[in-house]
């Protein structure tokens, strides 16, 4: 009997230390457990865990992350009671840059992260599309045309005048340079834009003259010249006229050897080649003339006008001859008569 109450004595006693020492471990379990947060894409889940680093309590819930997706610890990290950890997974994004095309993956909350997680240089001239604030979803398709301005500088030849001024005192057909001419520069400048290294607009921003042009300066005669044996002729005009030709012989003049008057001008020089009979109310006595022949004949050359002639009126006009025979075979010719300065 005595030894039975001892045996149920020693069996209590190892019950009251069992639960005692259960309790104790439960109270170091309970101390040990941390509560934990975890987001993945924004799902929130709790974990009460006894996990020592973020990487054991990923490993021990199964949760998986690569090098592309975002988190918000280190692996290494230990874990602390009340901890929040932010997992954003990587998706799949387009990105049109240029001509090429990529696809990459990532973990980025919009846009502007994006390109900072490619190193993609943008500045504010680029047009990014979506803005950098649009939201990174899976699939995203992102295009980026890099935009650069320049402003290029042309010169450009200004013509210059030609400026024409009459001469009087220079024969007509002739020219006389008195100044020669010298182009201006004009400075031109144009913006152009250029979007993924081609040019899509320019526009002139600025055009100034920076030297101005020198204008040409010639003088063309107008003095009226005819062609001679002896070079150009200056004349004041021209007159054409009939041409009828007399000699010394009683049938041009009425009058014989032995007359006072035979072989005298009406001016009272003696008749000779290159004297000519005209109206004085035509041309007036002592003008100095040149005879041009509008026919086959040859120009009958420089004459003085110091006869008149009883036929000779208008735009008539009777050229001396040395002999009778070539008088008449000179009949009757249109001439043109130039009246010289």
């Known amino acids: 009997m005595i ?3 001892k045996n149920n004595k020693r069996i209590v006693i190892t019950t009251i230390s069992m639960c005692i020492v259960t309790i104790l471990i439960l109270g170091l379990y309970s101390l040990l457990q941390k509560d934990i947060i975890v987001s993945v894409d924004d799902e929130v889940t709790a974990f009460k ?19 592309k997706d975002y988190i918000s610890h280190e692996l290494s990290d230990r874990l602390e009671d009340g901890m929040e950890i932010i997992i954003k997974k990587a998706v799949p994004v387009t990105i049109y ?6 696809i990459v993956k990532s973990s980025a909350s919009n846009v502007r992260e994006l390109i900072d997680d490619i190193q993609v240089e943008v500045d504010e001239n680029d047009i990014v599309s979506p803005p950098l604030n649009h939201t990174i979803s899976a699939n995203s398709e992102i295009t980026i045309i890099k935009v650069e301005e320049i402003v290029e500088i042309l010169n450009e030849d200004i013509s210059f005048k030609t400026i024409q001024t009459k001469n009087d005192d220079l024969i007509k057909g002739k020219v006389l340079k008195i100044q020669d001419g010298e182009k201006g520069l004009k400075e031109i400048k144009i913006r152009k834009r250029f ?8 526009v002139t ?18 003095k009226e010249a005819i062609a001679s044996s002896r070079g150009m002729i200056n004349y004041e005009k021209s007159i054409e006229m009939v041409a009828t030709a007399y000699d010394l012989s009683y049938e041009s003049t009425g009058k014989k050897p032995g007359d006072k008057y035979f072989g005298i001008t009406a001016s009272g020089t003696k008749a000779r080649p290159g004297v000519v009979a005209v109206d004085p109310k035509v041309i007036p006595l002592g003008t100095k003339l040149y005879i041009k022949s ?28 040395e002999s009778h025979s070539t008088a008449t075979r000179f009949g009757r010719r249109k001439v043109k008569v130039y009246i010289l300065d």
């Open 294 to 321: 509008l026919d086959s004949w040859p120009d009958y050359g420089f004459a003085v006008a110091e006869d008149t002639g009883g036929a000779i009126k208008g735009n008539k006009i009777d050229l001396f001859m």
């Open 195 to 202: 979007e993924n290294g081609q040019l899509v607009s320019e």
């Open 97 to 102: 840059y240029g001509d090429s095309k990529a």
């Open 205 to 222: 921003e600025s055009s100034k003259t920076v030297k101005q042009p020198v204008d040409e300066i010639i003088e063309k005669g107008t």
């Open 3 to 5: 030894h039975l109450i």
């Open 49 to 67: 865990v006894t996990s020592n680093t973020v990487e054991e309590l990923l490993y021990q819930k199964d949760i998986k992350v690569n090098n």
